[in-house]
Structure formats: structure tokens, C-alpha cells
Nanobody, 129 residues
Framework: QVQLVESGGGSVQAGGSLRLSCAAS????????MGWFRQAPGKEREGVAA?????????KYADSVKGRFTISQDNAKNTLYLQMNSLKPEDTAMYYC?????????????????????WGQGTQVTVSS
């Protein structure tokens, strides 16, 4: 059983930056991609970004974060990152990382959380205007 632990959330003003980390207790395996999700109060969970199992190939960014967020992965450290720049109040949410089966990664259904076998506990990001 792999455990995922997010960190790096906090409160920032609009235009600021944060870097989220997701540390895995072990290598999740080559049959998973890794993704970041977020959920704001009263809203559905949203897939933010995902990276392929090579840790380098970005599968997709949500349109709302393109050009501002960067997903990356350090396979040697079993750690996933999300660099968030030019933050906006609408980015305020609980952010989660997850390990997602490759089928759903490539199909695109990962954006709803489909195929995610492992989830972290989340880290809160609050952006004030």
C-alpha cells in the first residue's frame, strides 16, 4: 500500500506562488501516472495536471491553469511537485495528489478522479485578492 503525503499549501495573495509536494512512501509502479486535483467548497473535484509514468511527459493541464502551473516529478525521490505561479483567488481549494492507472490517464477520464487508486490527504491553498 502506497501512501501519498502532500505539503506546501498555504495562504498567499493573488499573483503569488506556491510549490506543492507529494511524497510517496514507495515507488508507485510503472502502471500509474501521477496527478494533481483540487476541490473547492461546493464544487466538484477537478483534475489540474497529470504527468506520465516517466515523470517527464505531461499528459494534460486543465485550461484554467495552463501557463501558470507546472507539474514535475523526481522519480529518485518518489516525489511529485506542482509549481503554481500567478495564483488567483479562484485557485483556492484543497489540493490532492493521486496515482492513477495509465488506462485512465491516456483515456482522459483521470480528470474526474477515475482510475485513481491512491490519494493523499490534501493540502489547502488559499489565495486572497
Amino acid at each position: 500500500q502506497v501512501q501519498l503525503v502532500e505539503s506546501g499549501g498555504g495562504s498567499v495573495q493573488a499573483g503569488g506562488s506556491l510549490r506543492l509536494s507529494c511524497a510517496a512512501s514507495a515507488y508507485v509502479g510503472s502502471t500509474y501516472c501521477m496527478g494533481w486535483f483540487r476541490q473547492a467548497p461546493g464544487k466538484e473535484r477537478e483534475g489540474v495536471a497529470a504527468v506520465d509514468n516517466d515523470g517527464r511527459t505531461v499528459i494534460k493541464y486543465a485550461d484554467s491553469v495552463k501557463g501558470r502551473f507546472t507539474i514535475s516529478q523526481d522519480n529518485a525521490k518518489n516525489t511529485l511537485y506542482l509549481q503554481m505561479n500567478s495564483l488567483k483567488p479562484e485557485d483556492t481549494a484543497m489540493y490532492y495528489c493521486a496515482a492513477i492507472g495509465l488506462y485512465d490517464c491516456y483515456l482522459g477520464s483521470w480528470v474526474t478522479g477515475e482510475g485513481a487508486d491512491y490519494w493523499g490527504q490534501g493540502t489547502q491553498v488559499t489565495v486572497s485578492s
